[in-house]
């Protein structure tokens, strides 16, 4: 609690300077709605923001996904041959220039309104930054402990799963699942039949502000339940780390 009270009152600061400016600074509210007629236009169209949420959700966790194998899978290879990475990162750099404002309706147009192309916007924004993270952490392993390992006996194999592998984790769990997330809502709003994306571009085209920021409400609160999960998968899967945290806080006591 003493953790989160800092930011509970920033934000709390905030919401109550835009809820005074809106009520009384002579905005209209379809120029900028006050944040209580935002809360109030979400519980009144919660069905439709959660309809239109679970298909976001899916392409979120389905490109996340493929995102995430394929980034561990090319990583590893770039680990074992040092040549690849030679021959691969300079594509893999020039595909980040490409504008994903102009990709996004070539891969609609390609490959259609479903959920495929959603997937594929998604793993193109987060396969970048995973793949360099997980790069980056298998370079960071200390030398004495692979040196270690092969003195007695273990092999290329054995060293990666046993040392480099758990070096890169924390380099990889650095990557938030909030880049899916985007990516989702921008592929929709390029071409879906239903998501948040969608369901804000409609709410814009209405002149409908508050469903509009009452959509981004849930994306941002769907955003941080994500990243809470993925904290929380960080914690399971590095049980060392919590061990050195928490003989840490006991030193400090």
């Known amino acids: 609690m003493a953790r989160a009270a800092p930011a509970a009152v920033s934000v709390g600061l905030l919401f109550a300077a835009w809820e005074l400016y809106a009520r009384y600074g002579g905005v209209r509210p379809t120029v900028l709605p006050a944040p209580s007629r935002v809360f109030g236009q979400a519980w009144e169209n919660r069905e439709a923001l959660m309809d239109n949420a679970i298909p976001t959700i899916r392409a979120t966790l389905a490109g996340f996904a493929c995102s995430l194998s394929a980034a561990f899978l090319l990583s590893a290879l770039v680990d074992f041959w040092p040549s690849l990475r030679r021959a691969l990162f300079p594509l893999l750099i020039a595909s980040q220039t490409l504008p994903l404002v102009a990709i996004a309706p070539l891969v609609v147009l390609w490959f259609g309104f479903g959920l495929l192309p959603k997937i594929l916007l998604v793993a193109l924004v987060t396969f970048f930054p995973m793949m360099v993270a997980l790069v980056e952490g298998f370079e960071a392993t200390e030398k004495e402990i692979g040196q270690m390992l092969r003195a007695m ?79 929380l998968v960080q914690r399971l899967a590095m049980p060392w780390e919590r061990a050195a945290g928490e003989r840490g806080g006991e030193g400090r006591q």
């Open 153 to 231: 006996g273990a092999g290329r194999w054995r060293v990666f799963w046993l040392a480099r592998l758990p070096s890169a984790l924390p380099y990889f769990f650095a990557i938030s699942i909030t880049y899916a997330v985007v990516g989702a809502i921008f592929a929709e709003y390029a071409g879906a039949a239903k998501g948040l994306g969608i369901y804000m571009l409609n709410a814009k085209n209405n002149f409908r502000p508050d469903l509009v920021l009452a959509a981004v409400g849930v994306s941002a609160a769907l955003t941080l339940v994500l990243f809470g999960l993925t904290v």
